[in-house]
Each structure stands twice: as C-alpha cells, then as structure tokens.
C-alpha cells in the first residue's frame, strides 16, 4: 500500500501508509514530514512463528475467531483452511444494501464441531455441505457455525452464506473499508475489508481462490480482482451481473469490490488480459490522464521483472475510484485501487505505480504470516520504488539510502520501530523508509547475483511466510555471517552504525 500523506499515527491501513511523497521528497532534498511520534512495543522472538488452529482447552474439536495474530488476535478463523470463495451478491444503489451468497470451500485441520468465519453484515442462513447449520453472531465480526453432522479432520467440506446488510451503515475500529462518494461504493483496505462484503477466514495467512459475480442496476460497472469473464452473466434486462475469477490464490484484503459508473479499457499485453477502471466523476480530461498513468503498467512490469523474475499473475490492472481514499494505492491481487489525487500527480506517478506493482511480487504473491511480517510486503515494495525511479533519470539508490538515513539519524523515535516487531499502531510508517534501507545495505554486503537470487527465490515461491524465514533465506545465499547486519537493521533500536559492515557506503 501506499500513502501520500506526511507519515503520522494511524492503527491501520490497506497498504495505507507508504510514503509515495517523502521517498522523493528526501532525494529531491527537501523538507522531511514533522515530528514522527512513535512507540516502541517490544521484541519478537526469533524463531518462526505458528499461526494456526488454537483449539479451545481440553477440546479438539471447536474452531476458534481468530489464527492468534499477536496484533488482531481476533482476525480469521482456527480449525480450517479456506481454498477458495464464490462469491454472489446483488447491490441496490437506492437502499445501499448488499445481499447474496458467499461459498467458502475448505479443508478441516482438525475435528470440527464447531468453526467461525468473519463477516459484519447479518447473516440470515448458513448450510455445511447442504445441511443447514445452527449460527450465532459473536461481536462485530466473528460468527459461530455448528453443523449439524461433525466435520472430520483431513476432509474438505463447503459452507453456504446468505447475508444482507448495508455494509456503509457498519463502523469499523480501524477506519471505514467502505467508502461512497455519490453513487460510488467501494469495499478496499487493509488489514480488512473482506468481511464488509463476503464471509472468509479473513487473515492473510489463508490464502484461497476467488470467484466474484456482482449483480447491479443496467448500465452500472462492477469492478474486482483477476479475470472479466463476463459484463453480465445473468441475461436480465434490468440488470448486469458482474464475473470475475482469480486463478491464484489471494489473501482476503488483497480482494476488493467498486460499483459506479466507469470508464474502462480491456485489452491483452504480453499475453496478459488487463482492465482499467476510472470513475466518470472525473472530468473527460482527468481520466484520460489517470489511464494514460496507468498504462504504464507493462513497461514497469516488465522492469520489476528483470529483478524479481516473471510476473506472478496472469492478469493486470488498476481501478481510480472517485472516494479520497486513506491511501494513495492498494495492491489489491492483479488490480491496483489508485487514489485519484496520487495518480493524477504527475510527479509521483512513476513512484506511485513501480511501488504498488512490486508488491504484485511481494505482499501478493508472497505476503506476510503475521502482521508483524509487515517488511515482507512493504520493504519490497519500498525498495523496488526506490529502484524503478533510480532507473528512470532519479537519484543513484546509494544516494538514496544515504540521504534517508542521514535524514533520519537523528530521529531516534524513528529507529525505535523496529522491523521485527514493529507495533499494531506502526505497520504503516516506519517501514517505507527502514526497510528499502535496510534491503539497499543489504544489497551493499551482497554482490548483485546473490541479492536477486534471493529476491527471486523468495518472490517466485507463492505463499505466505514470515521475516524470520527471509532471514534464513539470505543467509542461506551467502558465507558472509549475516547476524549483526541482522542485529542492526532488523532488531536494533538505535541507527546502525555507519560503516560497511552495515553495508552503509
């Protein structure tokens, strides 16, 4: 994710927090945001960590809300693993009110008298596997399935949702996932947005498949991840009804829904399908810009491929919706959601577009265990920016990262975040700058074969994982003993030493 914003506090985000200006703003020399406030929560261990099933005391046999994030405890659900989401719903513009049926196919890690799924909008009947089950709402998200026959450890098994509810009308504690402006809705964030339009094990941990059909009023656009199948699979007169499919699994936040009006342009670009959306609320000779913005897609792709090895997908695009977003891009899977004031900026646009599609790569991908993995998605994504504008006529990347940090040095609540347990309420700010830091030094103590390889290894190999597993990885590329380097880039508290051990030239 990225933000245009001066970096400040916030206990959340959906990539809401890069900063697409002050990357820019440092090499170009200029002001750093005012004062970064921040706390430091405490130290990880070391050791990778299990996020998974967490059965309730002297039971086997009842999932539990939540996979035991230490961040969003209460986020996804034990017991199972999602593989993938059909998804069905009908919008009414004139209440607001999203109804439908959700599919989730899964397989039970364990015996199963019991599981939950996260969703906000009430739920009216839930079948397993065709039988229907008892269910109770327990808090904002977390409702509890009781199948009338046990699910099995090992066996794979369905649940069928219906639900309805007006998604806009439901606070969320961490910022709003539904945004309107007129008659434009869009469900985007990040950690969460999926349980404001379907139900899911709604943590990164369990990716799954997606397919999407979006039922809307005739002439209204419904845009989402992967595949346009079709504009209207369903042959009503009245109505379109939107089909799209994912061929690779994606984490929950990494799917997004926008229904408006919209302006699009389908196409097909190294044997890849695209689709790019732009609100009609912008004036004819804005979206003709925010298009041109994104048509440069192929060619960074294309770049960012040199260095993290094929694309990982076989769909691209991106979507301008008309909200102001908290965000300035969201890497939802294989179709990024732009804020239009950021891709508008022509100053920012090449750093606004390499960003959010090197997380294709990384955050996609390959996106975090935990939420505290969060360099996994964004020191990438930071370093590959960082590399794509140093590579287009912008300053050398050691210039970069000895401005940054230069910059920051004196700044020691910044350094008090750090990469291995940032904090709940920091995901989303220090990470832009320590993490392309630290990936940049990295590559300093390194030489570039052994930097890409890792990089490619770890990008081109789909699934989540922790940055306790990336540190193996790079040692496991090198005979250099990389644990001070470790120490002081991923641990340290206080910034590290200049010197070339620190790959600091």
């Known amino acids: 994710m990225s933000s245009a914003e001066p970096i400040r506090h916030r206990p959340h985000r959906a990539a809401y927090v890069f900063a697409i200006v002050l990357p820019l703003v440092l090499v170009a020399l200029l002001a750093l945001p005012a004062a970064l406030v921040f706390a430091y929560t405490g130290s990880r261990s070391a050791a990778p960590p299990e996020v998974g099933p967490t059965p309730t005391p002297g039971s086997t046999t009842n999932g539990q809300p939540g996979v035991g994030d230490p961040y969003f405890p209460d986020y996804g659900s034990s017991g199972y693993d999602a593989l993938k989401y059909t998804i069905s719903v009908n919008f009414d513009p004139g209440t607001q009110t999203l109804s439908g049926t959700t599919t989730i196919s899964a397989r039970a890690k364990q015996e199963l008298d019991s599981f939950f799924y996260d969703l906000v909008l009430p739920t009216s009947q839930v079948s ?8 109770s709402q327990q808090g904002l998200h977390d409702v509890k399935v009781t199948p009338s026959v046990p699910v099995s450890s090992g066996r794979d098994f369905s649940v069928s949702v219906s639900y309805a ?8 504690p961490s910022g709003h996932p539904w945004s309107v402006t007129n008659a434009e809705w869009t469900a985007a964030g990040e950690p969460e947005s999926a349980a404001w339009w379907f139900p899911s094990d709604d943590h990164p941990s369990d990716p799954a498949l997606m397919d999407v059909s979006v039922r809307v009023p005739a002439g ?29 699994p994606m984490a929950t936040y990494l799917n997004f829904l926008s229904i408006g009006r919209y302006d699009l342009k389908e196409g097909t670009v190294d044997g890849r399908q695209y689709v790019y959306a732009v609100t009609d609320q912008l004036k004819p000779a804005d979206r003709n810009r925010a298009f041109a913005a994104m048509e440069r897609s192929p060619a960074i792709i294309r770049k960012l491929e040199t260095w993290f090895g094929p694309y990982p997908f076989s769909e691209f695009g991106g979507i301008v919706p008309a909200h102001r977003l908290g965000f300035a ?68 990347l050691n210039a970069q990262l000895n401005h940054v940090y230069d910059a920051l040095k004196n700044k020691p609540d910044f350094w008090r975040i750090t990469m291995i347990d940032p904090g709940r309420d920091h995901l989303f700010d220090a990470v832009y700058e320590r993490g392309p830091m630290l990936l940049q030094a990295l590559r300093n103590r390194f030489d570039d074969p052994a930097f890409f390889q890792l990089s490619r290894e770890w990008a081109q190999h789909r699934g989540t994982r922790s940055l306790e597993e990336w540190m193996v ?16 880039w991923v641990y340290g508290t206080t910034p590290p030493a200049h010197t070339e051990a620190n790959g600091l030239p």
């Open 220 to 248: 209204m656009q419904a845009i989402s991840v992967g595949r346009l199948v079709t504009r209207d699979s369903a042959n009503e007169p009245n109505f379109d009804t939107w089909h799209w499919v994912a061929s690779q």
């Open 473 to 488: 990885k790079a040692q496991a590329v090198t005979r250099i003993d990389l644990t001070p380097f470790f120490e002081a």
């Open 329 to 396: 891009g969201l890497e939802c899977q294989t179709r990024v959601v732009y804020g239009a004031n950021a891709i508008l900026d022509g100053r920012f646009t090449n750093s606004l577009l390499s960003h959010e599609l090197t997380h294709m790569w990384f955050g996609d991908n390959v996106t975090l265990r935990q939420w505290n993995d969060i360099f996994d998605n964004e020191g990438y994504a930071s370093w590959g920016q960082w590399a794509y504008v140093a590579g287009t006529g912008g300053a050398p």
């Open 165 to 172: 509810g007006r998604p806009g009308s439901i606070p969320s």
């Open 128 to 135: 397993v596997d065709g039988r229907p089950a008892a269910f």
